[in-house]
């Protein structure tokens, strides 16, 4: 379901949006990071992610969110969910300051491993540039977004960093 936007920034203004972040790990231990183009947290380096849809199941969300911030369907059962996050920012996709919204996210944190035969064709639509990064690099980095870094100790907490 899409809305309108005039209707689309009455909802960021009166509700959390809920959505799915992907921390995408290969077998070495480096993550999958994009660059951001879009508010909120533009520039930023961050996990894939988006929006759940009213009415779409969480397995549904999860395949398409795949596919389309990824290149490639996964189902959430080849996931582990790290937990429940909670992203709070002063702007948003309608812009920052007086007269625009700040947004709320609700998320899903799923931990995704690949396999080493795994190719990912992630689209530039959202992210200018991708780059696979070494925990401890993102860890520290002030190009890496806070709710970014957020998911490293669950991470570390399920054995699943090198």
Not at 138 to 146: A, I, T
Request: aromatic residues 10%.
């Amino acid at each position: 379901m899409h809305l309108e936007p005039a209707r689309f920034q009455e909802v960021v203004a009166a509700t959390p949006l809920v959505s799915i972040d992907l921390i995408v790990q290969r077998p070495d231990g480096r993550i999958l990071l994009g660059q951001r183009l879009n508010r909120p947290a533009r520039g930023f380096w961050f996990v894939p992610g988006g929006r759940i849809r009213k009415n779409e199941s969480l397995d549904a969300a999860f395949a398409r969110l795949t596919q389309g911030e990824l290149g490639r369907r996964f189902e959430r059962r080849q996931a582990r969910l790290l937990g429940v996050y909670e992203h709070f920012y002063a702007d948003s996709v309608f812009g920052e300051g007086e007269g625009h919204p700040d947004t709320h996210y609700v998320v899903l944190g799923y931990l995704l491993r690949l396999d080493q035969a795994d190719e990912l064709e992630p689209p530039a639509e959202q992210h200018d540039q991708y780059r696979w990064w070494l925990p401890q690099d993102l860890g520290g980095s002030p190009l890496v977004h806070p709710h970014t870094q957020a998911y490293l100790p669950a991470c570390q907490a399920a054995g699943d960093q090198p």
